[in-house]
């Protein structure tokens, strides 16, 4: 990609084509909050959850990677994409840890389990 933002979508269903991995970069090609649907599941994605993700300045509305083979931790960066999306999905993966503590204001919900 050369740094060019994609034009306004509203719906970027890209869910069963077994797309490999998960681009570093992809979310900085789309424009601050003209994305309000965005759909990877069930692509068969391998690796880990990019970092770069969480510094995404676009909102949206639905954010979805569940059904993948996606192993490791949610990265902290991540609490602020979790946050502005209104439906966020990342069932059926196969993470490891907990969420990001800046979810929980740095309160430790291990002790309410």
Avoid: H
């Amino acid at each position: 990609m050369s740094g060019a933002a994609w034009p306004s979508f509203s719906v970027i269903p890209v869910s069963l084509c077994n797309a490999g991995t998960l681009p570093p970069n992809l979310l900085a090609a789309f424009e601050p909050g003209k994305v309000f649907s965005f759909d990877l599941s069930s692509n068969r994605l391998s690796g880990t959850l990019p970092d770069t993700w969480g510094n995404s300045t676009s909102l949206f509305e639905r954010f979805n990677i569940s059904g993948n083979v996606l192993s490791g931790s949610i990265p902290n960066s991540w609490a602020n994409l979790m946050l502005n999306s209104s439906g966020f999905d990342i069932s059926r993966l196969q993470l490891s840890g907990g969420l990001p503590g800046v979810l929980w204001g740095g309160v430790n919900i291990n002790q309410y389990a």
